[in-house]
């Protein structure tokens, strides 16, 4: 069964960090690209960051520039979300999602593989 399931969300102050994890089963992350998306309540869902499994290019979304990087346990299969100095902005719940293709390609039609998600709020 082709599965995502996201962990790692919580409450934190402005400034500190959180590492979300998105554990797959049912394929690799070697053959699909990985996304994380977050949908804050009255706002349009945002494409955080995503790598494609081709080459492991990034992209960043404006967000996640200097603050979010994104990694990989192969063993475990799964992928994190390393999210620093964050910002009441960054409030939302959190997705992983995949298009299953190798590139970061078709957002956001082609990402319907997705988790249920975890909340992450941060308060100033």
């Known amino acids: 069964q082709v599965q995502l399931v996201e962990s790692g969300g919580g409450l934190v102050q402005a400034g500190e960090s959180l590492r979300l994890s998105c554990a797959a089963s049912?394929?690799?992350?070697?053959?699909?690209?990985i996304a994380w998306l977050r949908q804050a309540p009255g706002k349009e869902r945002d494409l955080v960051i995503c790598?494609?499994?081709?080459?492991?290019?990034?992209f960043y979304g404006d967000s996640a520039k200097g603050r979010f990087t994104i990694s990989r346990d192969n063993v475990e299969n799964t992928m994190y979300l390393q999210m620093r100095d964050l910002k009441p902005e960054d409030t939302g719940v959190y997705y992983c999602?995949?298009?299953?293709?190798?590139?970061?390609?078709?957002?956001?039609?082609?990402?319907?593989?997705r988790g249920r998600g975890t909340q992450v709020t941060v308060s100033s």
């Open positions: 999602v995949t298009n299953r293709h190798f590139y970061c390609s078709g957002w956001p039609d082609d990402f319907t593989l």
């Open positions: 790598r494609s499994s081709s080459d492991g290019s990034t």
């Open positions: 049912g394929f690799s992350w070697d053959d699909y690209a």
